[in-house]
């Protein structure tokens, strides 16, 4: 685009009336393109900061709106999707059963597969409909740890969009590409050929139901970015 501009300004030295309109008009659509991307910037680097202090309140409805903007957008999507699960676990932890069941709804209907959080989705309506001043949870089901993580991982990292509980899914897809088990000083591995979006992360997802990305990383020296990988990229799993 920048291109295009000079080569128009050259020529517009030599024949101003001619080349005058087009110029003006491959200006406005530069002016519109770095506005646009200024506004989405913005309004996420606001939920951003919003989401770094603590304030999840304050940054659901700005996720929210850069959501709606590009609803096909892995990252918009992970970031508030996984945000609103956060926000929904802790409602619930704090005794605010009616935010906690809303926003965990509105997860489930970005992620209709995530079974578990319908259960708590469900618990959670049930307590705020008829109290019962009992704990509906465990600590362990309000842990949210892994939906931080993932939140982390869109933000700065550009994370796929997988949640923990597609793990299955991605171990089903893992297991059509893996040859037999090898053995390396006496430690047996799992040769993994990763697909198309997948990080060491969501690998270990996968085989570990836990995100020991750093396990695998050790194992793999080679990776240079634990997040960035290649289609055909060999990993090795290990399993003892």
């Given amino acids: 685009m920048f291109q295009r501009l000079k080569s128009a300004l050259e020529k517009l030295k ?13 200006a406005l659509m530069l002016m519109v393109s770095f506005t646009v991307n200024a506004s989405f910037d913005a309004g ?52 605010w059963y009616l935010d906690g069941y ?9 992620y209709p597969s995530l079974k578990k959080m319908r259960t708590l989705s469900l618990l959670t309506e049930l307590e705020d409909r008829f109290p019962t001043n009992t704990k509906i949870a465990t600590d362990e089901q309000l842990d949210s740890k892994e939906e931080k993580d993932m939140v982390f991982d869109f933000i700065f990292l550009g994370g796929m969009d997988l949640s923990v509980q ?22 047996r591995y799992i040769v993994h050929y990763s697909i198309q979006g997948e990080t060491l992360s969501s690998i270990a997802r996968a085989y570990y139901k836990k995100d020991l990305w750093q396990k695998l990383w050790k194992a793999n020296p080679d ?16 399993i003892d």
Wanted: charged share 25%.
């Fill in 223 to 238: 990776i240079k970015n634990p997040h960035r990988l290649f289609p055909r990229n060999r990993i090795l799993i290990p």
């Fill in 44 to 95: 996420f680097d606001a939920g951003v900061t919003k989401y770094l202090s603590g304030d999840l309140s304050g940054c659901l409805p700005l996720f929210s709106e850069e959501f709606l903007k590009s609803p096909s957008s892995p990252i918009s999507k992970g970031v508030y999707g996984n945000s609103l699960i956060v926000f929904g676990k802790r409602s619930i932890f704090d005794g």
């Fill in 102 to 110: 809303t926003s965990l709804e509105k997860a489930l209907y970005m």
């Fill in 14 to 26: 030599m024949n101003k009336k001619v080349y005058f309109i087009p110029l003006v008009c491959m």
């Fill in 166 to 187: 597609d793990a299955q899914e991605a171990l089903d897809k893992a297991r059509e590409n893996e040859e037999d088990i090898i053995v390396i000083d006496n430690i």
